[in-house]
């Protein structure tokens, strides 16, 4: 694999099931970050890593947990999935978290709680 | 609170020149981005600007005012291929990403 990859591409979940987003860069990039994206807003993050064994709260947290056990991946969980959770996903990475180093994408997972 | 401000939609035309404004209020800067996003696809890094000036990269320049609170992006010989959505972003005093909702652009033959 070259740069970022997410599972699934896209998915349709019942209301109150539990969901994990997965996500593996093999680029050896010290953050991670996790945005969501509704029609008409900017990118919202939701957590962050900094670096491996550490995580933050982005903006927009409630509702979703972190992980981030190694330096490739960073798995995104929503415990009890809501309608209001329906977005499009990305997962990203830089190589740290100094000002300026650009975040690269993967290519995002759609999700839709019905 | 934090804001950054880009119109929604632009249009242009095919080998002509467009430039897309983006206005910000964020707690602290510590650099500007642009990024590309085509239609169901990633962003994608397009140029960073921390100091005021212009950095340009081939047919894409990325100006900057810190005073001001603005930049731009100059989009010259506009290609078909160039209709996408464009996004601005600022680094604040967090060193997180504050991101606009983008703007789309159309470009015609």
């Known amino acids: 694999i070259a740069g970022i990859t997410q599972a699934p591409t896209s998915q349709i979940l019942a209301a109150g099931r539990r969901m994990t987003l997965r996500c593996t860069q093999d680029?050896?990039?010290?953050?991670m970050y996790w945005y969501r994206q509704d029609l008409g807003l900017g990118l919202r993050l939701i957590h962050y890593?900094?670096?491996?064994?550490?995580?933050g709260k982005g903006e927009v947290p409630d509702g979703y947990s972190v992980s981030r056990a190694n330096t490739d991946d960073f798995p995104l969980t929503l415990a009890s999935a809501v309608p209001s959770q329906t977005s499009v996903y990305f997962c990203?990475?830089?190589?740290?978290?100094?000002?300026?180093?650009?975040?690269?994408f993967g290519p995002g997972t759609r999700l839709t709680v019905l | 609170g934090q804001n950054i401000d880009q119109p929604t939609e632009m249009t242009a035309t095919e080998g002509a020149i467009v430039q897309i404004n983006c206005t910000y209020q964020?707690?602290?800067?510590?650099?500007l981005f642009w990024y590309q996003q085509h239609a169901g696809e990633a962003p994608t890094f397009l140029s960073y600007?921390?100091l005021d000036g212009l950095e340009e990269k081939g047919r894409f320049s990325s100006f900057l005012s810190r005073s001001k609170g603005y930049s731009y992006l100059l989009l010259k010989e506009l290609q078909m291929k160039d209709s996408a959505s464009y996004l601005c972003?600022?680094?604040?005093?967090?060193?997180?990403?504050?991101w606009g909702a983008g703007t789309k652009l159309i470009i015609k033959p």
């Open positions: 990203a990475s830089s190589a740290s978290a100094g000002a300026g180093n650009e975040q690269f």
């Open positions: 680029m050896r990039h010290n953050a």
């Open positions: 890593s900094n670096t491996a064994g550490t995580t």
């Open positions: 964020t707690s602290g800067f510590n650099g």
């Open positions: 600007n921390v």
């Open positions: 972003a600022v680094r604040d005093s967090n060193y997180q990403l504050i």
